[in-house]
């Protein structure tokens, strides 16, 4: 029986490690705010996006959807973290992403600085509370 996913010290620090490197590679030429997610799956395994913009400026993607894609792309459905990376700790997922994100588990949000230790922890219940969801359908 493979072991439960938890988000130990080790793992959050891996977490944020990969969301500032993936980071470097955010396309964002008309903003210049590059953001980098690292999203923990219960599988254990870690899915890395980055923002990407375009000149239909509609057309971009913010990083933590990115992650999202990838993981669920992958075959995962349920998440434990996701740390989102931008230049400091004030960065947050926006309403669109936490909409997304939101299905797939109350998971832990960590807020990270491109350098430094802050890391402001919370929890997608927190950031969306009384969200819409599959249960509003059936
Ligand atoms: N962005 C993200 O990727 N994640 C967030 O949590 C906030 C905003 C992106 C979207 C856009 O490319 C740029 O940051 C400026 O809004």
Redesign the pocket.
């Known amino acids: 029986m493979p072991r439960k996913t938890t988000l130990t010290k080790a793992r959050m620090t891996e977490l944020i490690g990969e969301a500032r490197a993936v980071r470097s590679n955010s396309y964002?030429p008309y903003?210049n705010?590059k953001?980098g997610a690292a999203l923990l799956a219960s599988s254990g395994k870690i899915y890395a996006g980055a923002?990407f913009?375009n000149a239909a400026y509609g057309a971009?993607t913010?990083?933590?959807r990115v992650a999202l894609g990838a993981a669920l792309s992958a075959g995962e459905r349920k998440f434990i973290a996701i740390c989102?990376c931008g230049a400091d700790d004030s960065?947050?997922?926006?309403g669109i992403?936490r909409q997304a994100l939101c299905e797939f588990g109350d998971i832990t949000v960590i807020s990270v600085g491109a350098d430094g230790d802050a890391a402001r922890v919370t929890t997608l219940g927190t950031l969306l509370p009384d969200s819409f969801g599959p249960g509003n359908l059936t």
């Open positions: 964002s903003s705010y953001v923002n913009e971009g913010c990083a933590e989102v960065i947050s997922p926006c992403c």
